[in-house]
């Protein structure tokens, strides 16, 4: 990849690394990239007054690309018990096959040795996808539920609370 000077169209940096359009290692011409999906939605990964656009509304612009490439709309929460169940049941599904994915990129077999150098920067390039394909996928199960960015993080607080909680109570279930 060449380099692109920080904030060029197609670049943008990630954990102090730059990124681009095929920086990842699974990127090819039937992909879409996310510059594509943001241009899309008329959106950029931050506005000009420096606003970051939510990972979850990302998700939501793609689903929008989709609709009109594929006929399926999806960025709207389900409209039907039956709607919902093969929503939920399709991207649980794909999140398992991803999964697979990640842990095939790490050394889990405790009866073999790996080398040190195992996570080497493609490696870990790798990991970070697949660990990103994760959130699309939880995302568009957010989306089926009809949840806001709000309702995330208030329901991730009030899960850490208690999970907090039980920590202080020696761990035990509650």
Do not use: C
């Amino acid at each position: 990849m060449d380099d692109l000077p920080i904030g060029a169209p197609g670049g943008f940096v990630v954990g102090g690394q730059q990124v681009g359009a095929g920086s990842f290692l699974s990127d090819s011409q039937d992909h879409f990239r996310s510059n594509v999906a943001k241009m899309h939605a008329g959106q950029q990964s931050a506005t000009p007054n420096g606003h970051h656009i939510s990972p979850l509304e990302l998700s939501r612009s793609l689903q929008a690309r989709l609709k009109e490439t594929r006929g399926v709309d999806a960025t709207l929460p389900a409209d039907t018990p039956e709607e919902l169940t093969r929503r939920l049941r399709m991207n649980i599904e794909a999140m398992h096959v991803e999964l697979a994915e990640l842990l095939h990129e790490t050394p889990w077999k405790e009866w073999k040795s790996y080398p040190p150098e195992w996570y080497d920067d493609a490696r870990m390039a790798a990991i970070k996808e697949e660990a990103i394909d994760l959130h699309f996928f939880l995302n568009n199960i957010y989306i089926a539920l009809g949840m806001t960015d709000q309702d995330i993080q208030l329901l991730f607080e009030m899960k850490w609370e208690k999970n907090m909680a039980r920590q202080a109570d020696g761990g035990e279930y509650r």
